[in-house]
């Protein structure tokens, strides 16, 4: 055997094991991946649309925190897994005198189901919204139950404890706006008494005719433009809905 073919044997010898060593490689790479995906573990999560799913107006800031401006407007997103929080920032009137009993009023659905009701009145914090000793396929909806004119609130992050991450909810296949003032708003709904003045705390838009006709057995994906004394033709002070809309 003389050296080129033995030089040659020798390079298909390394360029073969170099292939093995890359395919092994690959292979355990792989597994890792599979591994971390179906392992339970704590994460954050910021809420933009890669996530959860947009419900009505939103605004995302530079930072990160998605401002829930809007009645109906929110955010929905499924999970795998055994715990979820989420941390809820306050506007600037959030916590104060002057605001007290108008702050911003949002609820928690959890697979359906009414879980939470809370008027935000820190600058910050962190609500338990699901804990389970079993890990489950859940999925929760946030949502703003009072208007925009008194009140709006931030979504900062989304902690779980999950597999793979949180996804958004399929969308539906259409979406309808009502527009209006504080029939649609859900206005003292909540208020047993009729004579009380104006209140987020008893104001809540999921139980207005506007929000019950889109969510029942209804293909549509609602949003809400509505204002407290702001009809769209007749009105209560000096500004009327369609100056804005």
Not at 79 to 98: E, H, L, M, N, R
Request: charged share 25%; glycine share 8%; net charge negative.
């Amino acid at each position: 055997m003389n050296a080129k073919t033995m030089f040659g044997i020798l390079t298909s010898l390394v360029m073969l094991a170099g292939t093995a060593c890359g395919a092994a490689d690959g292979t355990s790479a792989e597994a890792d991946t599979s591994v971390q995906e179906d392992t339970i573990s704590a994460k954050t999560f910021t809420a933009d649309s890669s996530n959860v799913k947009l419900l009505g107006r939103n605004y995302l800031a530079d930072d990160g925190t998605l401002w829930v401006v809007h009645s109906a407007s929110g955010v929905e997103f499924s999970f795998t897994g055994t715990k979820a929080s989420v941390t809820i920032v306050g506007d600037s009137g959030a916590g104060t005198a002057q605001n007290s009993g108008n702050e911003a009023r949002f609820a928690v659905y959890v697979n359906g189901k009414l879980t939470m009701d809370e008027l935000v009145t820190e600058p910050e914090k962190t609500y338990e919204i699901f804990s389970s000793d079993a890990e489950a396929e859940t999925v929760v909806r946030i949502i703003k139950l009072s208007e925009s004119a008194n009140s709006t609130f931030g979504i900062k992050s989304i902690d779980a404890e999950c597999t793979g991450g949180i996804q958004p909810t399929a969308p539906k296949d259409l979406k309808i706006e009502f527009i209006g003032d504080s029939i649609t708003c859900g206005y003292g709904v909540d208020d047993e008494d009729r004579d009380h003045h104006f209140s987020t705390k008893t104001e809540d838009v999921t139980k207005a005719y506007a929000y019950k006709t889109a969510e029942v057995d209804r293909p549509w994906a609602p949003s809400a433009a509505c204002y407290c004394r702001r009809g769209y033709r007749r009105k209560h002070s000096d500004l009327h809905l369609y100056q804005y809309y």
